[in-house]
């Protein structure tokens, strides 16, 4: 009797993806329809408890980078204003835990990040223009 593969890694979303992530060690759902993932764990700036989102990254250097759209939607994502709470946070890049620090890019540097991070993930042009902010783009440095 077949047993069940269970989702695809591209379908994996939210909670789910970071349980599969995690138990896989990255194996499943790093890649992640076409591009890189990696999760962010960060505080609750009200609730105090730890929060963790899978999201679409790039390295630059000794660095990663990820950018807080929503989709496009009006305000930052939660996990962003997190990070502007207490920007010392840990990243899992596949199986690796990775306490870093975090800040958002400006001028030159977020506008050659920001061309980075659309060559994996084009939508992200789709979803600035969905909104009046300019869309964050972060730097996970490590501590």
Known sequence: MATDPGPSADDLFGAEHVRVYRET????????RGATILLLSTTGRRSGEQR????????????WVIVASKGGA??????????EADPDVTI????????????AAEGSER???WRLMTE?????????KR?????????LERR
């Open 52 to 63: 963790t989102t899978p999201l679409i990254h790039r390295t630059d250097g000794d660095g």
């Open 25 to 32: 060690g990255g194996e499943q759902g790093y890649h992640w």
């Open 111 to 113: 506008d050659r990040l």
């Open 74 to 83: 009006p305000d930052n994502p939660y996990w962003y204003k997190n990070l």
């Open 131 to 139: 909104t009046s902010r300019e869309i964050p783009v972060v730097v």
């Open 92 to 103: 899992e890049v596949e199986a690796e835990q990775i306490p870093v620090r975090a800040h």
């Open 120 to 128: 994996v993930w084009p939508a992200y042009d789709d979803y600035q």
